[in-house]
């Protein structure tokens, strides 16, 4: 079964950290773009940072850029999001999804496979 698998979201204070993981069972990661997506209530689902396994770029919104940074294990079949100097307003549910590319992709309709999502919140 392909699958995604989000995990390492949490409470936490503001200036905090926390790193998300995205583990893919079923299939492996590479030649893939994994992206992570959050969306806060009421608001839009926006992409977040995006990793391509093919060409190894890499891309964030500007709002977390300086803050957040994504990555690989190969070994592990895993992406993590290591997320520095939290801010309320990065509250959301985030998503990792994956899809196949030769390099980034920013738009969630262009992703295959969806995690189910680990709930974030920042505050004091």
């Known amino acids: 079964q392909l699958q995604l698998v989000e995990s390492g979201g949490g409470l936490v204070q503001p200036g905090g950290s926390l790193r998300l993981s995205c583990a893919a069972t079923?299939?492996?990661?590479?030649?893939?773009?994994i992206g992570w997506f959050r969306q806060a209530p009421g608001k839009e689902r926006e992409g977040v940072s995006v990793?391509?396994?093919?060409?190894?770029?890499?891309w964030y919104t500007d709002s977390v850029k300086g803050r957040f940074t994504i990555s690989r294990d190969s070994a592990k079949n895993t992406v993590y999001l290591q997320m520095n100097n939290l801010k309320p307003e990065d509250t959301a549910v985030y998503y990792c999804a994956a899809t196949l590319a030769w390099t980034v992709v920013t738009s969630a309709d262009e992703y295959k496979y969806w995690g189910q999502g680990t709930q974030v919140t920042v505050s004091s």
């Open positions: 990793f391509s396994s093919t060409d190894g770029k890499t």
């Open positions: 079923g299939f492996t990661l590479d030649y893939h773009v």
